[in-house]
């Protein structure tokens, strides 16, 4: 059988079409130098211990290895990746492996060594004058939140991989998520990055510089290129102020329009009170509702259209609870909101947030469903998500569109649940036409096929199709410029 996403993008060396091959050993002087360098604890070739870095979190993947390289050290790393180059080994490095487009995933060839910074794991240094945190690699999201909130201050980066993901990996695909829409995505917070280059070169860019206009900036360069062009080993992160000020509702609206005017009253109230703005179809709060422990609607009734309004303020005075009520009664009045419920303590808060973090959970538990993480202008919102439903639903009559996320972003998950009752494997056949009908309509209003999610594998021949000519062109030049050699990370990003 071939995998509905092999018909979506060309032939995908899927588990059921290509096989991994058994992993080919690295030459025994290869590997006794990297023993010498790491030691027994920093390289994994047990195939049970492997299992788990062969396989992605979404199962579009399975691949092979020879090896899984753990590092202790920037000089570490540095040192096996001098050999590695010299040897022409593909390297492919693995942060938590929560990438949704198989970004970390060595193929199928059992050649590609994996690269892991688990080990890379400390903080180096945490400064609430500068407002700045030091971290390396392999750090979780979290364990850095933790640590940020501990010296009194905010990283505000939060997604819900976050207990997984790691610093690496969310610089690595320039991660967005949830407080995108008020301190930007994870470009946005980063200052200064160390970074190996494919030879194993080493930058030591770890400046906490506000500014810092010296020559092409290649810490950009490396964050969103998927671990394509070299391996960040830590970074200078940005820190805020923690927010001492909070309030969050979940509004029931009449329609996409009205929860893109409730938007903008926020933001012209008080931008920089707006932490999220997430939206959520009707259809997909009943899922929530249905499949997940515990989860209740604080509203009176159902409604097709929800947000979730979440402000924040570091001005301890700062009156969020009047600004939510004033904003909430004009759009009241204006027949934009229907209903809407305030959070009155840090359980109906966590209760709030759960509705719309339990989308994805929900969605798996109700059967087969299409993803399409796609962006467009924040005033087209609301047309994307009316005609993508439409022709969806034309498309595959009985099937439920559950659209929902980052509005504030312009960046909605447009996601395809199958008809109720229909085979699975019938549905995600379809996956090609779902994936094309939406971003044919994406495309008509200037967006993007890959608001947060990135490339990896899944798409570069979409990257081709939607980039093409001198953007890519100048992409491959850069790729040849920094690994003539294409060995880091080969088959992700750039198309063959
Ligand atoms: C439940 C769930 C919710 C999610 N929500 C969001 C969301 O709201 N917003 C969002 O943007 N994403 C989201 N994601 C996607 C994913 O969490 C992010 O892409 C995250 O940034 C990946 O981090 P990671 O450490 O798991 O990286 P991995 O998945 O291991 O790797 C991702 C990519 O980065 C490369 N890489 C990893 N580490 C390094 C390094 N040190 N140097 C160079 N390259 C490296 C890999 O080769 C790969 O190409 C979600 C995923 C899940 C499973």
Not at 332 to 337: F, K, N, Q, W
Request: aromatic content about 4%; overall charge negative.
């Amino acid at each position: 059988m071939t995998h509905p996403l092999a018909v979506a993008f060309g032939p995908l060396p899927m588990p059921d079409t290509n096989p991994p091959r058994p992993a080919i050993p690295l030459p025994d002087e290869l590997m006794a130098s990297l023993l010498s360098i790491l030691g027994p604890r920093g390289i994994v070739t047990d195939p049970s211990d492997l299992e788990p870095h062969l396989s992605d979190w979404r199962g579009l993947y399975r691949g092979a290895s020879p090896a899984l390289l753990r590092p202790a050290s920037t000089e570490e790393l540095a040192a096996c990746m001098r050999l590695l180059h010299a040897a022409a080994i593909p390297v492919v490095p693995q942060g938590g492996n929560t990438s949704m487009v198989g970004g970390a995933m060595p193929d199928e060839s059992g050649r590609q060594v994996i690269l892991s910074l688990s080990r890379m794991n400390r903080i180096r240094d945490l400064d609430p004058v500068d407002m700045t945190m030091v971290a390396e690699a392999g750090v979780v999201l979290k364990t850095a939140q933790d640590a940020a909130a501990g010296a009194g201050c905010l990283f505000p980066l939060s997604l819900g991989a976050e207990g997984t993901a790691t610093i690496g990996g969310v610089l690595s695909t320039n991660a967005g998520g949830n407080t995108t829409v008020r301190y930007g995505n994870a470009r946005d917070l980063m200052l200064g990055l160390e970074i190996v280059l494919p030879d194993g070169g080493v930058i030591h860019g770890l400046r906490r510089l506000r500014k810092d206009n010296t020559g092409y900036a290649l810490r950009h360069l490396m964050v969103g290129a998927e671990g394509t062009l070299g391996i960040v080993t830590a970074a200078v992160l940005r820190l805020f102020p923690r927010p001492r000020a909070e309030a969050i509702a979940l509004c029931a609206v009449e329609s996409e329009d009205a929860a893109l005017a409730l938007f903008r009253r926020f933001r012209d109230r008080d931008e920089t009170a707006v932490r999220a703005f997430e939206y959520m179809s009707g259809n997909g709060m009943e899922m929530v509702l249905r499949h997940i422990d515990g989860a209740t609607l604080p509203l009176s009734e159902r409604a097709d259209h929800y947000v979730l309004v979440d402000l924040a303020s570091s001005r301890p005075d700062a009156d969020l609870r009047g600004l939510m009520e004033a904003v909430l009664e004009e759009a009241l009045e204006a027949g934009e909101v229907l209903d809407a419920a305030l959070a009155e303590s840090e359980a109906q808060r966590h209760a709030i947030w759960r509705l719309r973090e339990e989308h994805p959970e929900a969605q798996k538990k109700e059967g087969a469903s299409v993803k399409n993480d796609v962006s467009v202008p924040v005033s087209k919102v609301p047309e994307m998500i009316r005609r993508c439903s439409a022709a969806l639903q034309a498309l595959i009559p009985g099937s439920r569109p559950v659209p929902f996320g980052h509005m504030g972003d312009g960046n909605i998950h447009m996601n395809l649940e199958q008809p109720e009752g229909m085979d699975a494997a019938a549905f995600l056949a379809r996956s090609h036409d779902i994936m094309d009908c939406v971003n044919d309509i994406v495309r008509d209003l200037d967006g993007s096929f890959s608001a947060e999610h990135g490339v990896g594998r899944l798409k570069p021949d979409m990257l081709a199709e939607w980039r093409g000519g001198a953007e890519l062109d100048a992409m491959r030049r850069i790729k040849a410029a920094l690994d003539p050699k294409g060995l880091l990370n080969p088959g992700k990003v750039l198309p063959a």
